[in-house]
């Protein structure tokens, strides 16, 4: 007989918790909310907050927007860079700002590190190691007008400093986006402080959100512990795809679903011990409902 144990690490993240209950609360009171970008990277869950009156748009909406008298427009737990809210405000939106605390704590060590860099004399440069287009990254970004330079992984940085877009002569500053893996993290800085060779300074900052850092821990030990994995996550999700990479380290029996239609019942068989965990995008609902979908194939 099969088994199914939800990971009780898994869940929503702080940041999360506090943007959807935000909406929740706008959404009784008002029925109506604005969302610039998902609240989540999750299809389920923003069907179940659109089905209340969550209206989800884009930057090209917001630009485009027109006779907006105060209508209630939500910053995401990712941020946004400066001339977003300057944008939105323009346009008559009232911001209700759910940049996660954490995020916040990190635009302002951007902004201050790229002050360092750019006093006289010492020419340095603001590194972030994050992927490339995602939401939190372009409002790291934005926070210093763009003067950052992004790299994915490993050979990222490579070819930064081949390319010439990175130099190795000149002093550092590096930040990882909250979500990130913390060993290609430290596997980055650690080649970083290899090719820089101590020719300039090269400052690391812990910028990995502990409740992400933690949960990578927790989750190969979930992993490890059973015979399937079923990892459950928005398409979308950039966290979700970093730790469902991180279960498939440990388990190879692992699979990643977003919704119970891609459930195969294939995938099991009888006395399996099957593990039920997500991203921090993915609600504790739908691991419940991915757990008794499980249990109800035998
Ligand atoms: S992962 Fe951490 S930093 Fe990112 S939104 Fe969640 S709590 Fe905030």
Not at 68 to 91: F, I, S, T
Not at 190 to 208: D, F, Q, S, Y
Not at 259 to 284: H, L, M, N, Y
Request: net charge negative; hydrophobic share 40%; charged share 25%.
């Amino acid at each position: 007989m099969i088994r199914v144990e939800i990971d009780p690490h898994s869940g929503f993240c702080g940041g999360v918790i506090r943007a959807i209950g935000k909406a929740e609360e706008l959404l009784a009171q008002e029925g109506k909310l604005f969302s610039l970008g998902a609240i989540v990277h999750n299809e389920e869950e923003l069907l179940r907050l659109e089905q209340q009156g969550l209206v989800t748009i884009d930057r090209d909406d917001l630009e485009q927007a027109g006779g907006v008298d105060g209508e209630n427009l939500l910053v995401r737990a990712h941020g946004e860079p400066p001339q977003v809210y300057a944008l939105a405000r323009d346009k008559g939106f009232r911001i209700i700002d759910c940049t996660c605390p954490v995020v916040l704590k990190l635009q302002r060590h951007i902004r201050e590190a790229h002050a360092r860099m750019r006093a006289e004399g010492v020419n340095g440069q603001v590194l972030i190691f994050g992927k490339i287009g995602h939401p939190e990254v372009l409002g790291l970004v934005g926070q210093v007008g763009g003067d950052a330079l992004v790299i994915e992984n490993l050979a990222g940085l490579e070819r930064q400093i081949a390319e010439g877009g990175l130099d190795p002569a000149r002093p550092v500053e590096i930040f990882s986006q909250t979500t990130m893996s913390p060993d290609a993290y430290r596997s980055v800085c650690k080649t970083l402080a290899e090719r820089m060779a101590g020719k300039a300074p090269l400052k690391v900052h812990h910028t990995i959100c502990t409740q992400v850092a933690t949960r990578h821990k927790e989750l190969s030990e979930f992993a490890l512990g059973h015979d399937v994995i079923i990892f459950v996550s928005g398409k979308t999700s950039s966290n979700g795809e970093v730790l469902c990479n991180l279960c498939k380290r440990y388990n190879i029996r692992t699979f990643s679903i977003s919704s119970i239609e891609d459930i195969q019942p294939g995938w099991f068989t009888p006395d399996d011990r099957v593990g039920v965990c997500g991203a921090t995008s993915t609600p504790k609902w739908l691991l419940e409902k991915t757990a008794r979908a499980i249990e109800n194939l035998q």
